[in-house]
């Protein structure tokens, strides 16, 4: 998996394509889609539903997807979106609220369209509506990257736009998951909330003074990098464990401690790069081809619910991120730069789905309709922007 | 005095120096360094008190003033009563300082952190530049080393020029600008897509650039007998170049201005100055270039 994927994303990057989608690409022709189809004999060799290495395969999955939340988590700066002011503010809120609500009424409305057909309506709506709203940062740096927009006022609007959306989108999602055993208990979702605010602003507080005493310590007197990538990645599974414990997705605990040590001023550029490095390239392609061994991608692959997803996505990201722009005090071309470039939607999305997934808030179909969605919006997004900024070379 | 002169009047001279009088056991320190900067610039001294005028304590200014030797003809006091921080700064507005001198703490307690000081209040709000000195002393101090941030904004230029009239001032013959490199997003976008060259190039075209940018200023100035190095530091900005101020055991850390009103949100997600105000790593001169 490890070595196949790598392959396909250097032959993606060849030609400029996301990384992620190498990854997914080799998924599925190793999944059911393709070699399960052709030989099912190898398919059912190398990737067993059951038995020992079906379980294995599930627990590097799961783990890969908490540490891949906390890496998105050390990217988080609260700071950025306070530092560029109205716009970004406004940008942040429309850009998360407007197709927020698009999502959430196209499948309150149309629930049997969006293949929900016996969930809890209210949820699947939630789900959708959040699903319609998070953009993916890394995407978006590296396209800013190479358009040389990156240290521009748009570039960094959009970033600090997408670190909002990221951090808004999860904290949802994660409150989905929680609700989703509580059903309508609204005490219980209530002190749901209260839960992960108190968290949130314990890890955001006093649990970063904590990680800014302790990292020099950390950097300084321990192992260089073993100290600092065992107990930060330590801290990420803590924390991960405490949000699960208190009913909650780990991935929460795990972006919310993200936050907490990117967020730290000692925490050296070298230290946050090895912690990048090690699970953008073991994890990481781990977890991306192991969405294509989960399903078939042709049998479920519905053109009308895919292209009403991507559509869906396009308008109410597009014209919920211009008009917060807008009101921020940036002209229309701005605005619509800043609309599409926030519009990619890549490997978080992704992620989202899988979750949804395994959690059964999603079918299969839906979950396709958003791999497709967010494969076809990060690639469309730099083109996009070019047809509204004049890019300096 | 008329506030509307205060708009597009260039940060420097220092034609008016201003500073902040308050009865605690650093008051001769801090006049005897105002002075000192008064008689450097040329400048007109204000004493500002805010408080009832005392005759207890006018005698005790008095007697200060003549022990300091601070010339009567180039100065004046004034006292106000009203809130510390709203008073001074309409002082400053209406007095068209150019350089209000305050004392302050290294570092605060967290209550006065997040609330706010008289002295980072007046910081965040001054429409005028502002000296924080740290450990004002009655003894003459030479500042030697200056370290200014050479951050990419338009402010940045009139902030090196006034560091090189200040040190033109001063008799010092080297400046230091220290550009912070940081760029949110980045490391994870290299880590996932970059072969090394690739994330060396992108990692230098961030320096080349803001080097670029420098190098520009450095070239318009008439900064005679002035030695200016340019350096970086990566790091976030704000908590960098104070780390780096810290480090190399500087006298004087010179900055722009902040952008924007800063509220307790900008302590709580602490970005720029905020970090600097946080924990002084030496004096602070806070150029408010009135664009």
């Known amino acids: ?393 | 005095m008329d506030a509307n002169k205060l708009k597009k009047r260039p940060p420097y001279p220092f034609e008016t120096i201003a500073v902040a009088v308050a009865f605690s056991p650093r008051l001769e320190a801090l006049l005897y360094e105002a002075k000192q900067y008064a008689d450097t610039f040329k400048s007109n001294l204000v004493m500002l008190h805010i408080g009832e005028k005392d005759p207890k304590k006018e005698e005790a200014l008095e007697v200060l003033i003549q022990h300091i030797g601070i010339d009567k003809n180039k100065s004046r006091t004034i006292w106000m009563d009203g809130e510390p921080t709203e008073t001074i700064l309409n002082l400053c507005k209406l007095n068209i300082v150019d350089l209000l001198i305050i004392g302050a703490l290294e570092k605060e307690n967290l209550y006065k952190f997040y609330m706010g000081s008289i002295a980072r209040n007046i910081s965040r709000r001054a429409k005028c530049s502002v000296l924080l000195l740290t450990h004002p002393s009655n003894k003459p101090v030479r500042v030697k080393k200056i370290v200014i941030n050479g951050v990419d904004n338009p402010k940045t230029e009139y902030t090196i020029n006034a560091s090189a009239y200040f040190a033109k001032a001063n008799k010092i013959k080297e400046l230091t600008i220290v550009q912070e490199i940081d760029m949110p997003g980045v490391a994870l976008t290299i880590a996932e897509n970059s072969t090394a060259p690739e994330a060396l190039k992108i990692k230098r075209e961030m320096k080349d650039e803001a080097y670029t940018k420098i190098n520009c200023i450095i070239e318009k100035m008439t900064a005679e007998n002035l030695d200016i190095n340019v350096t970086d530091v990566t790091g976030k900005p704000g908590y960098a170049i104070s780390n780096y101020a810290k480090n190399k055991h500087c006298d004087l850390l010179v900055i722009n201005s902040p952008d924007t009103h800063l509220s307790i949100f900008d302590r709580i997600f602490t970005h720029d100055i905020e970090h600097i105000l946080a924990d002084l790593p030496c004096n602070l001169l806070i150029v408010h270039s009135r664009i």
């Open chain 1, 1 to 393: 998996m490890l070595v196949l994927s790598r392959l396909a994303a250097e032959l993606g990057r060849l030609v400029k394509l996301p990384v992620v989608m190498g990854e997914i690409i080799i998924g599925i022709v190793l999944g059911p889609t393709i070699l399960g189809h052709f030989s099912p004999h190898w398919h059912n060799l190398l990737f067993p539903v059951f038995g020992n290495v079906s379980i294995a395969l599930d627990g590097i999955t799961k783990i890969s997807v908490v540490m891949m939340l906390f890496v998105a988590g050390l990217e988080v700066q609260m700071q950025l979106v306070i530092k560029q002011g109205k716009a970004a503010i406004s940008t942040s809120l429309l850009g998360m609220l407007i197709p927020f609500a698009v999502g959430f009424a196209s499948a309150w409305y149309m629930p049997v369209f969006f293949e929900n057909q016996d969930k809890d309506k209210f949820l699947y709506a939630l789900f959708f509506g959040t699903a319609m709203s998070i953009s993916a940062l890394p995407v978006i740096a590296r396209t800013l990257m190479d358009m040389n927009m990156f240290k521009t006022k748009i570039g960094m609007i959009i970033i600090a736009a997408a670190m909002f959306d990221d951090l808004m989108g999860w904290l949802i999602f994660s409150l989905i998951m929680g609700m989703m055993g509580h059903g309508k208990n609204f005490a219980a979702i209530a002190l749901d909330i209260a839960y992960i605010l108190g968290f949130g602003l314990f890890m955001l507080t006093i649990g970063k003074k904590i990680i800014d005493k302790s990292l020099p310590l950390i950097q300084r007197k321990f192992s260089w990098p073993g100290g600092v990538l065992s107990l930060s990645l330590g801290l990420c599974f803590i924390c991960g464990a405490f949000t699960e414990s208190i009913g909650f997705h780990a991935v929460l605990g795990s972006f919310i401690a993200g936050i907490a040590i990117g967020d730290s001023v000692k925490l050296k550029p070298k230290a946050r790069d090895i912690i990048h490095q090690f699970v953008t390239n073991v994890f990481a392609p781990l977890f991306f081809v192991s969405i294509g061994l989960k399903l078939n991608f042709m049998d479920n692959f519905n053109l009308n619910l895919v292209f009403a997803v991507l559509i869906i996505a396009i308008i109410g990201k597009v014209i919920g991120a211009s008009i917060g722009a807008k009101l921020g005090g940036l002209n229309w071309r701005e605005s619509f730069a800043i609309g599409f470039g926030l519009n990619a939607r890549g490997a978080m999305e992704i992620i989202l789905g899988s979750l949804a997934l395994s959690a059964g808030l999603i079918n299969e179909k839906m979950f396709v309709a958003l791999v497709v969605m967010a494969i076809i919006t990060s690639l469309f997004s730099a083109p996009f922007i070019k047809l509204f900024v004049k890019v300096e070379a």
